[in-house]
């Protein structure tokens, strides 16, 4: 499949100054039914250019949904997302996804190299271009010497950084991830919770990351978005505001985390109850 570009490159600047590429991102009262069965009703939610949201909230409720809303995977039964003030009605070059489970995203008959020029085809892009950009993407996840390997020949946390530069590849200035870290161990997740900090920073993209992990989601966040209810809505945003340079130990002491941490699940525990 061929994605259409939204536009050319041009920056947009956040409430804080911060330069980014990607586009601002406006979701206008979208519900979305499976049938009859109304699994999402009446959700608001932006995310600015460069920033990182965190989207919690109990298992079933819909998250996985929204952000398949967010792709232009499935379109919302009614209501919109917009990304740079148009509508998005299919999957666009500018959203890239990683999902949870890695075993199954990478095609395990090709080399790393070629998973990742793989999107880039019937671009009209040479083979040459396509694995010199590939090449950067692994660059840019901190596996330049990993291109020759199949994916069954590297670890679970490297398989997930592949995926993550696959979804680079296409020039993705929005990262959609759905529990990218779920199945890895624990200090592979640390890693990569990193990871995802350095590329927003170096590449100013915006990431809309959905996880269950109330810690991570106040480390990566610069706002947590909570869902809740049958049908779903945002019931609380909570903006975290612990700067851009965070530390996996220094951070995670810092009181004003625990605090942010306190709220977000209180906030959880009182629409569970
Ligand atoms: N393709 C589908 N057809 C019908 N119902 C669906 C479909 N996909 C999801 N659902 C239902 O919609 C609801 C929300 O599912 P969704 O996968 O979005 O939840 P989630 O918040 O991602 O859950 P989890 O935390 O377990 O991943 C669930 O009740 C689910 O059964
Ligand atoms: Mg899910």
């Not at 499935?74 to 740079?84: A, H, Q």
């Not at 020949?153 to 990262?175: C, K």
Request: charged share 25%; hydrophobic share 40%.
């Amino acid at each position: 499949m061929i994605r259409p570009k939204l536009q050319t490159v041009k920056t947009h600047e956040n409430g804080d100054g911060v330069a980014s590429k990607a586009p601002p991102m406006v979701v206008r009262d979208l519900s979305k039914s499976y049938g009859s069965i109304e699994v999402i009703s009446g959700l608001n939610m932006h995310v600015d250019p460069g920033e990182i949201i965190c989207i919690v909230g109990p298992s079933g409720v819909g998250k996985t949904t929204l952000l398949r809303s967010l792709s232009g995977l499935m379109p919302p039964t009614s209501g919109s997302v917009s990304v740079g003030g148009k509508v998005i009605t299919q999957p666009l070059e500018e959203i890239g996804i990683v999902f949870q489970d890695y075993r199954g995203s990478l095609m395990p008959w090709m080399r790393t190299l070629e998973n990742v020029a793989f999107p880039l085809q019937g671009r009209g892009i040479g083979k040459a271009e396509r694995e010199q950009r590939a090449q950067e993407c692994l660059d840019t996840v901190g596996l330049s010497d990993a291109g020759q390997k199949y994916p069954w020949e590297l670890s679970g946390g490297m398989q997930q950084r592949v995926a993550i530069a696959r979804a680079l590849a296409y020039d993705a200035h929005i990262l959609l991830m759905d529990e990218p870290f779920g199945s890895l161990d624990a200090q592979t997740r640390l890693g990569l919770e990193d990871l995802v900090l350095d590329l927003r920073s170096r590449l100013k993209i915006s990431v809309i990351v959905v996880t269950h992990d109330i810690d991570e989601a106040v480390y990566l966040a610069d706002r947590v978005v909570v869902l809740a209810g049958k049908p779903a809505s945002v019931v609380d945003n909570v903006d975290v505001d612990l700067g851009m340079n965070r530390d996996q130990i220094k951070t995670k002491s810092d009181p004003r985390f625990v605090e942010y941490r306190n709220r977000v699940l209180s906030e959880i525990m009182r629409v569970r109850d």
